[in-house]
């Protein structure tokens, strides 16, 4: 099994930055990519960006040049900057954990971002 946690949504102006941080335990081996989701209200959720455990990124191309992925093995945590942030941002962020084999899905909770214009 594998845990998930966020940290870091709230409230932000439009052109502002937050920093949100996805924290890991368990049998964390087993994971081969780690990625953020984000749902916004009405609508399906969307991938943001992922990060490999050899540490190659993928952005979604709304998010590209705004938002970075990282991660921290040492701590077992991801995060993600989000820079020039706009309302059409707001949406629960999810955290994912991807293993390969068995294919399965670990998420975390979720942590509401909302962006105001």
């Known amino acids: 099994q594998v845990q998930l946690v966020e940290l870091g949504g709230g409230l932000v102006q439009a052109g502002g930055s937050l920093r949100l941080s996805c924290a890991a335990s368990?049998?964390?081996?087993?994971?081969?990519?780690m990625g953020w989701y984000r749902q916004a209200p009405g609508k399906q959720r969307e991938l943001v960006a992922s990060?490999?455990?050899?540490?190659?990124?993928t952005y979604a191309v709304s998010m590209k040049g705004r938002f970075t992925i990282s991660r921290d093995d040492a701590k077992n945590t991801v995060y993600l900057q989000m820079n020039n942030l706009r309302p059409e941002d707001t949406a629960v962020y999810y955290c994912?954990?991807?293993?390969?084999?068995?294919?399965?899905?670990?998420w975390g909770q979720g942590t509401q971002v909302t962006v105001s214009s």
């Open positions: 990060i490999t455990s050899g540490g190659n990124t």
């Open positions: 994912n954990g991807r293993v390969f084999f068995p294919y399965r899905d670990y």
């Open positions: 368990g049998s964390i081996f087993r994971i081969n990519i």
